[in-house]
């Protein structure tokens, strides 16, 4: 049996209830990387939120066909590779692998199915051949172009027409397109570029139609989700949707969930910005844990904007999660308490995870639970101690924010404090002052609740108060 749950459709601009083309399955796809380089930690949120719904689906009891791609034929590989004196294919395969690493740190479940575009290229080859078939493409000079004036419906997902997106061209168009819009399908060989035979000559495809192909191989014509981040919207997505839909004649996507930016300041996390973090670098010195905490911690549709807080309140809750998984294993049942917190606290997460996937909103009730369970641990009843084990195993399944392995996450932060020892700051007497503004608070002692954040601010330590009633802090640089 399925749990219903609502998404916020891009198509249609509205949150809608998901229902699947065949009851209980989900035909899923999620736009993967383009493997030339370590992925960064703006990837690595596209990365999770698609491992999010994943994880929520099959939690809901879904039947999940999760596909994510991964491109390894494209400019940016054969330039690195070119750069390298390596082959393309071969320099994409390294990386290839490299992301297969950093996923795997991020505590994800594996897709159904991972394909390449290097192993699609018959499927590529005839959709492009049946989109020309249905007079939606033309040849010119052995490249293929989609004639977009051809796909009335083209700019639905973007919600951009025509007209504007000529006036909006800011480069100078190629005059052997029949439109200034029209989009590469596919283009022919130049020297040292990777290259296969195909009825226009040997070439390559365009990036757009790789997605187009990869999905209708694993999924078929119509899929029930489909994902990326929201840079993708226009033109991958919307040129993803025209190429499909001319070659099938029918429907490419019936529900379009897009992840926002990771952002620096004002500005997105960008190779070319050069205001770039690493997933590999970010996970050596914090763990995965904290990486895929503070992704979840905000609600996918939201920009998640990157800062020291963000990443100590990460560390806090991921440490408090751990300690208490391992303390929880020594509760025993030895009185009659239970509470709202502890009793219906599965329902309420899996409420906020029904509502678009609000992993921010599921969090909030396990911290309450958390909470509750701390002060009461010697009073449980039976009856809450098993409920307090489900939703463990709850959040372990639908979000992924419990390790398999509580001590070597533990581990990782406990090394984290003894370098911030080493570089002169006491971190167990800073957290004996935030308990005393915390208790100052309590009883509404506020002068001496400032004079600790006045304190603490001479030590370059920075508070931040947290929803939770938490404070996290952090070394001002």
Not at 150 to 170: E, H, T
Not at 270 to 275: A, E, I, Q, R, T
Not at 333 to 342: L, R
């Amino acid at each position: 049996m399925t749990r219903e749950i609502k998404i916020n459709n891009n198509l249609t601009r509205k949150k809608e209830i998901f229902t699947p083309v065949e009851p209980g399955k989900v035909k899923f796809y999620s736009c993967g990387p383009t493997t030339y380089d370590f992925a960064h930690i703006g990837n690595g949120r596209s990365f999770v939120v698609a491992d999010l719904f994943h994880r929520v689906l099959k939690t809901f009891g879904y039947e999940v066909n999760f596909v994510r791609n991964y491109t390894d034929v494209d400019d940016k590989i054969i330039n690195r590779a070119r750069e390298l004196n390596r082959d393309p294919i071969e320099h994409a395969a390294i990386f290839v692998k490299e992301c297969e690493q950093d996923m795997l740190s991020l505590g994800m479940l594996p897709p159904t199915h991972t394909p390449k575009v290097s192993e699609t290229m018959p499927e590529i080859i005839e959709m492009i051949e049946d989109i020309i078939k249905n007079d939606k493409a033309y040849v010119v000079d052995g490249e293929v172009f989609f004639n977009v004036p051809s796909f009335p419906s083209y700019g639905k997902l973007s919600k951009k027409d025509l007209d504007g997106l000529v006036a909006g061209q800011r480069v100078e168009v190629d005059k052997r397109k029949k439109h200034p819009s029209d989009f590469v399908l596919w283009k022919p060989a130049k020297p040292g570029e990777p290259a296969w035979d195909s009825p226009w000559g040997k070439g390559r495809p365009g990036w757009h139609i790789e997605c187009s192909a990869m999905a209708k191989k694993f999924l078929g014509n119509t899929l029930d989700l489909h994902h990326g981040g929201v840079d993708l919207m226009f033109p991958h997505h919307e040129n993803e949707i025209a190429q499909s839909e001319a070659a099938n004649k029918c429907p490419f996507c019936n529900n379009w969930a897009h992840n926002e930016f990771l952002n620096f300041g004002s500005e997105k996390m960008s190779k070319s910005l050069g205001n770039v973090v690493k997933i590999r670098d970010f996970v050596e010195k914090y763990g995965g844990q904290v990486l895929r905490h503070v992704y979840l911690s905000v609600h996918y549709r939201a920009r998640l904007e990157w800062s020291d807080e963000i990443i100590q309140r990460a560390i806090d809750e991921v440490k408090r999660i751990h300690e208490f998984v391992l303390e929880a294993m020594s509760y025993e049942a030895k009185g009659s308490y239970t509470s709202p917190e502890i009793s219906s606290c599965i329902e309420k997460m899996m409420e906020e995870l029904s509502n678009d996937f609000n992993s921010a909103g599921a969090m909030g009730h396990f911290f309450s639970l958390l909470r509750n369970v701390k002060a009461h641990k010697d009073e449980l009843s039976s009856e809450s101690l098993t409920q307090v084990k489900k939703t463990l195993e709850f959040v372990k399944d639908s979000l992924g924010l419990i390790h398999s392995d509580p001590v070597s996450v533990l581990k990782i932060l406990k090394n984290l404090e003894q370098d911030t020892s080493s570089a002169g700051i006491d971190a167990s007497a800073i957290e004996a002052l935030i308990e005393e503004r915390r208790l100052a608070k309590a009883s509404k002692n506020w002068a001496r609740a400032d004079e600790i954040r006045k304190e603490l601010a001479q030590k370059s330590i920075v508070l931040k108060d947290n929803p939770d009633g938490t404070s996290s802090w952090t070394v001002q640089g």
